[in-house]
């Protein structure tokens, strides 16, 4: 992961996100989250907020213009 920079570890950890969320909203709503389970989750959303945050101080301030494109690294083009 340290390899592809910090845009990865962003995107593992968004993507580890929503899998914990997820699993943890149906353990929840089955009340069957464990202490242990929201623990982690609560753990993995501080880590996001975090890289988020790191992230966003990275950016140029104010709304990018719709000519202005958008390259995604590592994205594949079809």
Same mark, same amino acid.
């Given at each position: 992961?340290?390899?592809?920079?910090?845009? /990865?570890?962003?995107?593992?950890?968004?993507?580890?996100? +929503? +899998?914990?969320?997820?699993?943890?909203?149906?353990? %929840?709503?089955?009340?069957?989250?464990?202490?242990?389970?929201?623990?982690? %989750?609560?753990?993995?959303?501080?880590?996001?907020?975090?890289?988020?945050? +790191?992230?966003?101080?990275?950016?140029?301030?104010? &709304?990018? *213009?719709?000519?202005? /494109?958008? %390259?995604? &690294?590592?994205? %594949? *083009? *079809?």
């Amino acid at each position: 992961m340290s390899n592809h920079g910090p845009h /990865s570890r962003l995107s593992y950890l968004m993507i580890r996100g +929503e +899998e914990l969320l997820g699993d943890a909203a149906r353990d %929840v709503g089955c009340r069957r989250a464990t202490p242990q389970q929201c623990r982690d %989750v609560a753990e993995s959303l501080e880590q996001l907020a975090g890289a988020l945050r +790191e992230h966003a101080a990275t950016l140029p301030v104010g &709304e990018l *213009d719709a000519s202005e /494109s958008t %390259v995604i &690294e590592g994205a %594949v *083009d *079809d």
